[in-house]
C-alpha cells in the first residue's frame, strides 16, 4: 500500500512542528491566552478536505463604515416666508412681565420717552391736563398774534372772540411754557387737547424747537405746539389794536371773558418774562385800558339817568 502523509500538525501555541508545511491560509487552532480574537469570519472553519488537502481560503468580511447620514435634496424655500433661525427671538426692550411687582406696567411706561407741549396761550396759566414738570422758554421763528376768532371759549357766533395764534416770523420769537408729558400723560394731554384746540379752536399740530430759560440748558427741547392757519374757518386775520380791544371788551364764552384772556397772558409776560418784548400784545392792552373807563363812564351815566326821576312837562 502506498505510504499515507501525515497530517500538518500544529501544537498549543499555534506553531507548526518542524517539518511540516506552512499553511498560512489557517489561523491557529488554539490561540493564546490574553490574545485579541480574531475577526469575524463569513463562514465558519471547516476542516481540512480529503487527502489532507487545505481547504479553500476563508474570506474576512471587511469592516463596515460608520454609518453617515444621507444628505437631504434641497428643497426650495418659499421667498415670502421668513428663513427659519436658530437663535433665540431678542428680547422687547420695554415689558410689562419684567417687574414682579403689581405696578410693572406703570414703571416702564415711565421708561419711555417724554412728549413736551409748547403752549403760548392760555395754556401758560391753564394747561388743563396733568404733567410732570414745565418750563418757561421761547420758541424762534414765529410772533404771537390775535389774529385767530373763538366762538365757544371766549366769544360766540354772534361776538366771536379773539385769541392768539403763531405766524411765521425769522427774525423773531414765542414766549410761553413747555410742560413736559410721561407715560400715561402722555394719551391724556393729547386727548384732551385736541378737543379744547384742534376740534373747538381750530388749531394743527407741529413740531418746534423750545429753547427753556434756564441758563443750565446745553440744547432745545422738540415740542409739540399747536397753530392756527389762515386756512382755518375761525381764523379772522390782522386788525388794528384799537380793533382787537374793541372785539374783545365786546366777547365772552364759556371758559369767561375775552379781557380776562388779554390780561391773563400779558401779566405772564411781565412776570415770568420781564426781559422779553411783546409790542402786540401790550399795544392791545393798553387801547384796551384806554377803552374801558369810557366804557364804565356810560354805564354809570345811564344808571345815574335811569335813578333821577324824570319831570312831567306842562
Same mark, same amino acid.
Given at each position: 500500500?502506498?505510504?499515507?502523509?501525515?497530517?500538518?500538525?500544529?501544537?498549543?501555541?499555534?506553531?507548526?512542528?518542524?517539518?511540516?508545511?506552512?499553511?498560512?491560509?489557517?489561523?491557529?487552532?488554539?490561540?493564546?491566552?490574553?490574545?485579541?480574537?480574531?475577526?469575524?469570519?463569513?463562514?465558519?472553519?471547516?476542516?481540512?478536505?480529503?487527502?489532507?488537502?487545505?481547504?479553500?481560503?476563508?474570506?474576512?468580511?471587511?469592516?463596515?463604515?460608520?454609518?453617515?447620514?444621507?444628505?437631504?435634496?434641497?428643497?426650495?424655500?418659499? +421667498?415670502?416666508?421668513?428663513?427659519?433661525?436658530?437663535?433665540?427671538?431678542?428680547?422687547?426692550?420695554?415689558?410689562?412681565?419684567?417687574?414682579?411687582? +403689581?405696578?410693572?406696567?406703570?414703571?416702564?411706561?415711565?421708561?419711555?420717552?417724554?412728549?413736551?407741549?409748547?403752549?403760548?396761550?392760555?395754556?401758560?396759566?391753564?394747561?388743563?391736563?396733568?404733567?410732570?414738570?414745565?418750563?418757561?422758554?421761547?420758541?424762534?421763528?414765529?410772533?404771537?398774534?390775535?389774529?385767530?376768532?373763538?366762538?365757544?371759549?371766549?366769544?360766540?357766533?354772534?361776538?366771536?372772540?379773539?385769541?392768539?395764534?403763531?405766524?411765521?416770523?425769522?427774525?423773531?420769537?414765542?414766549?410761553?411754557?413747555?410742560?413736559?408729558?410721561?407715560?400715561?400723560?402722555?394719551?391724556?394731554?393729547?386727548?384732551?387737547?385736541?378737543?379744547?384746540?384742534?376740534? @373747538?379752536?381750530?388749531?394743527?399740530?407741529?413740531?418746534?424747537?423750545?429753547?427753556?430759560?434756564?441758563?443750565?440748558?446745553?440744547?432745545?427741547?422738540?415740542?409739540?405746539?399747536?397753530?392756527?392757519?389762515?386756512?382755518?374757518?375761525?381764523?379772522?386775520?390782522?386788525?388794528?389794536?384799537?380793533?382787537?380791544?374793541?372785539?374783545?371788551?365786546?366777547?365772552?364764552?364759556?371758559?369767561?371773558?375775552?379781557?380776562?384772556?388779554? @390780561?391773563?397772558?400779558?401779566?405772564?409776560?411781565?412776570?415770568?418774562?420781564?426781559?422779553?418784548?411783546?409790542?402786540? @400784545?401790550?399795544?392791545?392792552?393798553?387801547? @384796551?385800558?384806554?377803552?374801558?373807563?369810557?366804557?364804565?363812564?356810560?354805564?354809570?351815566?345811564?344808571?345815574?339817568?335811569?335813578?333821577?326821576?324824570?319831570?312831567?312837562?306842562?
Amino acid at each position: 500500500m502506498p505510504r499515507r502523509e501525515p497530517r500538518t500538525q500544529r501544537c498549543r501555541t499555534g506553531r507548526p512542528r518542524p517539518g511540516a508545511p506552512p499553511d498560512a491560509t489557517r489561523g491557529p487552532l488554539c490561540p493564546t491566552r490574553g490574545a485579541a480574537k480574531p475577526p469575524a469570519l463569513v463562514a465558519s472553519p471547516g476542516r481540512a478536505g480529503r487527502g489532507g488537502r487545505p481547504g479553500p481560503p476563508l474570506k474576512r468580511r471587511a469592516a463596515e463604515p460608520p454609518h453617515r447620514p444621507q444628505p437631504q435634496p434641497d428643497m426650495k424655500r418659499d +421667498p415670502q416666508q421668513p428663513e427659519e433661525s436658530s437663535e433665540p427671538p431678542p428680547r422687547p426692550l420695554l415689558s410689562s412681565s419684567s417687574s414682579s411687582s +403689581p405696578s410693572g406696567q406703570a414703571e416702564g411706561a415711565e421708561l419711555a420717552a417724554p412728549v413736551w407741549i409748547f403752549g403760548y396761550g392760555s395754556l401758560v396759566w391753564r394747561p388743563g391736563f396733568e404733567f410732570t414738570s414745565r418750563k418757561v422758554g421761547f420758541i424762534r421763528g414765529y410772533s404771537r398774534r390775535f389774529w385767530q376768532g373763538d366762538t365757544f371759549h371766549r366769544g360766540s357766533e354772534k361776538t366771536p372772540g379773539r385769541v392768539v395764534t403763531l405766524l411765521e416770523d425769522c427774525g423773531a420769537c414765542t414766549w410761553g411754557v413747555a410742560y413736559e408729558v410721561r407715560g400715561e400723560q402722555i394719551a391724556a394731554s393729547l386727548e384732551y387737547l385736541n378737543m379744547r384746540e384742534a376740534v @373747538l379752536g381750530g388749531y394743527d399740530t407741529k413740531l418746534v424747537k423750545f429753547h427753556p430759560q434756564e441758563k443750565d440748558a446745553e440744547e432745545p427741547i422738540l415740542a409739540l405746539v399747536y397753530i392756527a392757519t389762515p386756512q382755518n374757518p375761525s381764523y379772522l386775520g390782522p386788525a388794528s389794536e384799537e380793533d382787537i380791544a374793541a372785539q374783545i371788551i365786546v366777547s365772552s364764552g364759556c371758559a369767561g371773558h375775552n379781557i380776562e384772556y388779554l @390780561l391773563r397772558l400779558a401779566d405772564f409776560m411781565r412776570y415770568f418774562c420781564p426781559q422779553a418784548e411783546d409790542k402786540h @400784545l401790550f399795544s392791545i392792552e393798553e387801547a @384796551l385800558i384806554s377803552i374801558l373807563p369810557c366804557l364804565y363812564y356810560t354805564e354809570e351815566s345811564l344808571e345815574e339817568t335811569a335813578s333821577v326821576p324824570q319831570k312831567s312837562k306842562g
